[in-house]
């Protein structure tokens, strides 16, 4: 029996004919489910439309550089003379290989390049060959993307980005026969990781409805209000846009004036209540703060909501509802991602009209100018608003696993190839990882208000630049003058640092720019306790760039959260003593809809 050091479904590997057989007739029995979903999906007109669509506008922007090219045929010829000037290279160091020389290889992966990390892509020549051979094809045709003449830079980057998936799905560490730990691991359990990973393949596409949703945590590890979400607290209202939470004090004295938490609607507000030792819902609640938090709902069917409806039924019915549980007028409030975006414009909001119940302002990896908002701001251009818009019309809603997806193949040999291999070659399950368990709990979104926030937004900038309209009213955030706190990432591919850099000087107020360390998630959710990371500040000015900035800031080691108490705390240091009892008589009472989490945030897609 041959032992099998990959634990291929926790079995020995059998090592006879019959066995191998019965392999090989499952893995074609696999295959054919496999077949059958992937069918019945792309019968979908539907799904037709928007693959042809997407095609159609893909190959639009590859004409515009290869027409480039094709009018520069001195330059055309140079390049191709690069290319095999490259390959005799690579070839003619292999010959001084073979006859006993040594020679440098032609090329090598960046150091952050994990792909080639086992010792056989150097050892072993025929993998090195392989290795450098896609590295040497992979570099020239971005180089003939990014040199194309006459070419908008929008376009390149947008060619650049679906051409990077190719290049990245064709990358030898990719394929069973030529990457050396799958095809040694398939030999070792006799194929029966192929059937393993065959049947999670299967299973994910089915999660997805016909979207891959790659696994990339231990399915059965977390559930919400298990060991994820369990802060408590009571569901103290909900409509047909959220759920508010109010969450249960655990000091004597809290503060006055009470927190509202506004949570990105792409994603679930869990990522800020994972585990209690990671849980900033709980360190908030530990310091002193009344949290309140909107939980949104995850439509599973034709929905009107509009992006004003979030911001009515949501931010300004959750003031509504700490006023009626607390008394209080005065709040501090804090948005992430796409909820501090509609934070803010809550805030310009409130300016025009004159509600003054805000009294500070938390951005957390928050877009307010999105003339710098990177690869997703590259993307959606006009055509692909339409296509996005055309298909959330069949339903009402955009399916949030493909908006899932989307995000995946941002980072995509982070976040897809690695879990690709592990789950669906070696057939093996992810280790259990709260934050990536959070990370495919995804979430449909209502179509009109998606399509306003593309086009508002990402299309048109109209909230930086004083154009959007909102119930009437005509937004400038420069008259926003309350004091905020601005958070970015320093890694951050969703919302890039410098783009929040520049909209945090779009406000009229005092704002104080903080860079943490990390990215969009683990820059956010980073307890002092775990002591990692760092964080940035700095006096100076907002104008200019964000590397003039962070040239002339403080280093800190450890957790932005502190910094955030204290300056929270400056503005206003009042506390109060019956929070305690108000929220046990509530308890007592029953007045309250249910416990937290709430039964929002468990629907899923």
Known sequence: MVANKYNIAGEEAADTPRSFSETATELAEEACKVASTIAQTSSNPGTTSHIFGTLNWFSSRVYRILSSWNSQPEKLYAAQMRLMSSYLSLCNREWQLTMGDTAPPVAVPDQSDNRFKDKKWEEDRFYDFIKQLYLIMGRWTEDMITGAEGVDERTKQQVLFYVGQIINALAPSNSLFLNPELMQATLESNSSNLLEGLKKFTEDIDRGHGTIKIRQSDLEAFEVGVNLA???????????ICQIIQYKPSTSSTLKRPLLVVPPWINKYYVLDLSPEKSFIKWCVDQ??????????????????????????????????????????????????????????????????????????????????????????????????????AEMARTGYLDGNKLGLLFTLLKANELCWPFFIKNYILGKEPRAFDTLHWNSDCVNLPAKNHSFYLRNCYLENNLANGRMEILGELLDVSKVTIPI???????????????????????????????????????????????????????????????????????????????????????????????????????????YIEEAPGSYVKVRC
């Open 485 to 591: 706190y601005n958070l970015a990432t320093r890694t951050d591919h969703i919302v890039p640092p410098e783009s929040a850099f520049k909209g945090a000087a779009c406000f009229g107020g005092p704002v104080r720019f903080v860079l943490g360390g990390s990215g969009h998630i683990a820059g956010v959710v980073n307890p002092p306790k775990k002591n990692k990371y760092q964080y940035w500040t700095s006096d100076g000015e907002l104008g200019g760039s964000i590397e003039d900035w962070r040239n002339g800031a403080n280093e800190t080691a450890g957790s932005w959260w502190p910094d955030w108490q204290e300056w929270i705390t400056k503005m206003d240091d009042e506390m109060v003593t019956n929070r305690p009892a108000e929220y046990a008589k509530a308890y007592a009472d029953a007045d």
């Open 288 to 389: 002193g703060h009344t949290v309140f938090l909107i939980s949104w709902v995850n439509p599973k069917s034709h929905t009107d909501s509009s992006f004003e409806d979030y911001l009515t039924h949501g931010v300004f019915h959750a003031m509504d509802v700490i006023k009626s549980r607390t008394g209080e007028d005065e709040i501090n409030t804090m948005g992430y991602c796409v909820g501090g975006t509609l934070l803010s414009t809550a805030l310009a909001y409130a300016a025009k009209v004159g509600d003054d119940r805000i009294k500070s302002s938390t951005l957390l990896t928050t877009q307010v100018d999105f003339s710098l908002s990177g690869m997703l701001g590259v993307l959606m251009d006009a055509d692909q608003i339409d296509l996005v818009e």
């Open 230 to 240: 369990i802060t408590p607290g009571l569901v103290v209202s909900q409509n047909e």
